[in-house]
């Protein structure tokens, strides 16, 4: 089973991204390419937040017509730049959509051997992330379900300091009992997370959580006190996380045209 993740698309049909530098519609569209041209397919492509910039029908009704040349099945969660009533609008037709409650959370169990469990983090009108005692009890729940199948729990926000003032300065509410009911849960092979648009990974409640970068800009690795948030043109990528008998394989693929392949030879024969 392969998990294509993608994230922090921010598409915004009305301007361009970083000062007018990015088309994210363009960069999402080559992101979306590269993914269909993988062979073997992925099974699923699940976006873990921040589909669009301002959380406007007309930014989902983009997004949705970007994202349909995708050739697997599509999920998604919400990030700080998502609404949930603008999310929800958009996706009335996706199967994992929940159409009531205060949260867009959902498992996926029919995709192959991982389970899925996908948390909304989110805090309307802030950009920082929280797990509060319903989500948590939530999450909790849903591990206890199934506790001898591999599982990944996605979210938006990474549940841990990443080094880089502006992200960390709201921190991450709920963060010590989060850590608490993952490290429980023998089965959790993989957090994953976005927001941050770089690739990062760290020890977290006995798992290893991880984010992935952005498919139009990344934030620049500043970790120096007081350091305001900037961005360069580091190219986009996405994440591929692969079940295998030796546990989830995770590989991060940058999107762009490359040279190559080309084989290694030894005596004018390749290499095997």
Known sequence: MIVAQIGDTHIDPARPAASGRIDTAETFSRCIAQINALDPQPDLVLHTGDLVERRTPEEYARFREL????????????????????????????????????????????????????????????????????????LATRLAESPARPTIVALHHPPFP????????????GLDAFKAIIAEHAQVERIICGHVHRAMQIRFGGTIA?????????FALDTSDGAPLAYLMEPPAFALHQWTPHGLLSNLVPVGDWDGPFPFLKDGRPIR
């Open 162 to 173: 990443t080094g880089i003032p502006e992200i960390d300065r709201g921190g991450f509410g």
């Open 67 to 138: 994202a349909g040349p995708l050739r697997a099945p599509f999920y998604a969660i919400p990030g700080n730049h998502d609404g949930r009533d603008a999310m929800r609008a958009a996706f009335t037709d996706a199967s994992w959509m929940p159409q009531d409650g205060p949260f867009i959370q959902y498992t996926i169990e029919d995709a192959g051997p991982l389970r899925i469990v996908a948390l909304d983090c989110t805090i309307p009108g802030s950009g920082s992330g929280e797990l509060c005692d319903a989500r948590l009890a939530w």
């Open 210 to 218: 991880s984010t992935v970068p952005s498919t139009c800009y990344q």
